[in-house]
DNA sequence: TACTATACATCGTTTTTCAAGGTATGTCAA
DNA sequence: TTGACATACCTTGAAAAACGATGTATAGTA
């Protein structure tokens, strides 16, 4: 039905995160969890397929560095990706104010 | 992750209806339209579905009666889809909750 | 040395939802 | 009366999202 919300409930997440700084993989996951106080855990196989699968559409570019003695795979957002972002932020709004106003409306 | 949340996003809807008053199935369709102004166009190949998996968990009870020269399905929510209800309108809450706080959040 | 945290990844399964199609009745206009 | 449209129910097969499980490897710490 909506179904732009739901295929992207979490490319939204981490298109978020991305267009505040560039970042690692692993450190979204704790980074969501931070900010959601654990309700978002994501699992990485929930994630990687996901950066995976933004990057293949030209939303994420990705650059490997070296950094404390790890290897990350950094992600940056394109211009693509900002729009994607705006879309799913869009998409989110509508989405959240259609469930809340089912909720709240008046009974016909 | 939030797995309380999306496997149930539509259940939390019906529930809601049927929470208010007794429904059958193409009502239900028409209404989540009027109430959300078209974003849920619920297909039927969606909702029976649903209706008939709530019904085996318990959470529905059904009676057929004929009105307007139709045969209708009326679906009415039992003590136990009360319970559903105020369990995925926390859910709702709480995953709305955590995603505004990831948009909203402070970067760490 | 062993455990934990970090950091990446893949694979198979489950579940939700959709698109498409099917059946049947009532209403209304041409 | 014929055709179109709304109402009202249903099923099936396919796609996609997310998960759980599992695997690899390194760094730090007890």
């Known amino acids: 039905m909506a179904r732009e919300r739901e295929p992207g409930s979490l490319d939204l997440l981490i298109l978020h995160l991305l267009g505040e700084r560039d970042m690692y993989g692993y450190?979204?996951?704790?980074?969501?969890?931070?900010?959601?106080?654990?309700v978002f855990k994501m699992k990485e196989g929930t994630l990687y397929p996901l950066l995976h699968r933004l990057e293949k559409e030209g939303a994420l570019s990705a650059r490997e560095e070296r950094a404390e003695g790890r290897t990350r795979r950094y992600y940056h957002l394109t211009r693509r990706g900002r729009e994607l972002l705006r879309e799913r932020t869009e998409d989110?709004?509508?989405?959240?104010?259609?469930?809340?106003?089912?909720?709240?409306a008046p009974p016909a």
């Not at 450190?27 to 654990?38: H, I, Q, W």
């Not at 509508?94 to 909720?103: D, F, H, K, P, Q």
């Open 92 to 104: 989110w709004e509508r989405y959240a104010g259609a469930v809340n106003a089912v909720l709240c």
């Open 27 to 38: 450190e979204m996951v704790t980074e969501l969890a931070r900010r959601s106080e654990d």
